[in-house]
Every structure is written in structure tokens, then in C-alpha cells.
């Protein structure tokens, strides 16, 4: 059973960065089918696709927050963390890690984290 965790400090001041990481478990994270990816909801709001990382390193992150996010992966420890700078309250929200299969060409979030609440205050 492939599992997800994300940790991180729950509070971060403005401007300063915002470091997430996610732990995995029961999944290669060199697989050709998974890619690992973050996902944040501010409070009220929808959720955004900020950006993942796939099996041999190459990222991609949303163009609205590309200036300030690095997406970045530790096979050995089997982690993937996020950084994302500058921040400023507007990036408070619920962060959560997930993993995207390739299931034969049909991509979809199989596996979710519980989400982290992060909180950007002075």
C-alpha cells in the first residue's frame, strides 16, 4: 500500500521560505508511472496544482508560482520536498503531497497525503 506523509514547521514568517517534505512509502520513486507532485488549498478556496517532480528528476511547476518554488527529491531517504520563497500570507494554506500514476497513458492523483496546514504570519 503506497503512503504518503507530508512534515514540515506549521508556521512560517513572510519572506521567509516555506520547506515541506513528503515521505514515502510502499512505491519506487524511480518508477516510470509515478509522478510526485504538490498540491496546496487555501482556506475557503479550491485546490492548485503547485508543481512535481517525476521518476528521473525533471519538474514542472505551475507558471503562477514558478519564480518561487523548487521541487526536489531524495531517493534514498525516499522524500520529496518543496520549497517555495518569499512567501507571504496569501500563502497560507493546506499543503498535501501526492503521488500521479500513468496508468497505460491515463494520468491521475491516486494517493494523497493528510495535508499539512502551513500558516505564513509574522
Known amino acids: 500500500q503506497v503512503r504518503l506523509q507530508e512534515s514540515g514547521p506549521g508556521l512560517v514568517k513572510p519572506s521567509e521560505t516555506l520547506s515541506l517534505t513528503c515521505t514515502v512509502s510502499?512505491?519506487?520513486?524511480?518508477?516510470?508511472?509515478?509522478?510526485w507532485t504538490w498540491i496546496r488549498q487555501p482556506p475557503g478556496k479550491g485546490l492548485e496544482w503547485m508543481g512535481a517532480i517525476g521518476s528521473h528528476g525533471s519538474t514542472n511547476y505551475s507558471p503562477s508560482l514558478q519564480s518561487r518554488t523548487s521541487i526536489s527529491k531524495d531517493t534514498s531517504r525516499k522524500q520529496f520536498s518543496l520549497q517555495l520563497s518569499s512567501v507571504t500570507p496569501e500563502d497560507t494554506a493546506v499543503y498535501y503531497c501526492a503521488r500521479m500514476f500513468n496508468d497505460y497513458g491515463l494520468e491521475y492523483l491516486d494517493v494523497w497525503g493528510q495535508g499539512t496546514l502551513v500558516t505564513v504570519s509574522p
Open positions: 510502499g512505491a519506487s520513486m524511480t518508477a516510470y508511472d509515478s509522478t
